[in-house]
């Protein structure tokens, strides 16, 4: 499984955190596109389909 950069694991904790979106980017200081793009690489990379299962996952191995 890759491991997400330093950036990912902060929008992945503010979303586990239940930031929507929106307020995760702007915590993160980044784009929501830039958020969504983030999240969609993962997906892809853990073979997953949607950003529910990505947090899961994230949880679960202890990223977050």
Known sequence: MERPDELTLRILA???????AAEAAVA???SESTLNRRLLSLRRAWGLENNTQVLVRAVRVGLV
């Open 14 to 20: 503010r979303l586990a955190d239940g930031a929507t």
């Open 28 to 30: 993160c200081n980044v």
